[in-house]
T-cell receptor, first 111, second 113 residues
Framework: GESVGLHLPTLSVQEGDNSIINCAYS??????FIWYKQESGKGPQFIID?????DKRQGQRVTVLLNKTVKHLSLQIAATQPGDSAVYFC??????????FGAGTRLAVHP | SQTIHQWPATLVQPVGSPLSLECTVE??????LYWYRQAAGRGLQLLFY??????ISSEVPQNLSASRPQDRQFILSSKKLLLSDSGFYLC????????????FGSGTQLSVL
């Protein structure tokens, strides 16, 4: 079946370092992927998305990489700041145009 | 610009009591609307989605129901809450039915005691 999962449930980084959050997906037919950031007690916020016809997409301080060969998605955050501390979710578009969310990775930024 | 409103932010209800959570979207017409539930420390589970007034699709069998009485209004209800209904409920909307780029509300933390 379709599934989206994450390699690391918790990621701790030093302020100023780059962060890499990884995500694996199982449906090779998925053509759309998206990353969300969720702060405690709040709704998820859209960060960046990518279609399967791209390998890389950049935003402000964030980059999403898509490796379709190994069905792997990653979110890179440059110069991580304390405000980046949150849970990050990846999601893929599954059957019937539904977004399927992974379990999430908690990013903890230390001074 | 488009905004989504969800209320209340926090709700404590006894087992067996009814539930009504409301969500409204402003600044767009004919949005696709969604209700998700998030258990503590877990991912998001899709409960219901709607592509138009009166059109509701249910994703999982449960003690909850949804209604869309107006174009930009989505309501999550229950006649009798169970302990297992506790969780963080999120309303979301999207422009199209392609299942892309959902925009989420601020959520309702429901505790059933």
């Amino acid at each position: 079946g379709e599934s989206v999962g994450l390699h690391l449930p918790t990621l701790s980084v030093q302020e100023g370092d780059n962060s890499i959050i990884n995500c694996a997906y199982s449906n090779s037919a998925s053509d759309y992927f998206i990353w969300y950031k969720q702060e405690s007690g709040k709704g998820p916020q859209f960060i960046i998305d990518i279609r399967s016809n791209m390998d890389k997409r950049q935003g402000q301080r964030v980059t999403v990489l898509l490796n379709k060969t190994v069905k792997h998605l990653s979110l890179q955050i440059a110069a991580t700041q304390p405000g980046d501390s949150a849970v990050y979710f990846c999601a893929e578009k599954g059957g019937y145009n539904k977004l399927i969310f992974g379990a999430g990775t908690r990013l903890a930024v230390h001074p | 610009s488009q905004t989504i409103h969800q209320w209340p932010a926090t709700l404590v209800q006894p087992v067996g009591s009814p539930l009504s959570l409301e969500c409204t979207v402003e600044g767009t017409s004919n949005p696709n609307l969604y209700w998700y539930r998030q258990a503590a420390g877990r991912g998001l589970q899709l409960l219901f989605y709607s592509v138009g007034i009166g059109q509701i699709s249910s994703e999982v069998p449960q003690n909850l129901s949804a209604s869309r009485p107006q174009d930009r209004q989505f309501i999550l209800s229950s006649k009798k809450l169970l302990l297992s209904d506790s969780g963080f409920y999120l309303c979301a909307w999207s422009v199209t039915s392609r299942g892309e780029k959902l925009f989420f509300g601020s959520g309702t933390q429901l505790s059933v005691l």
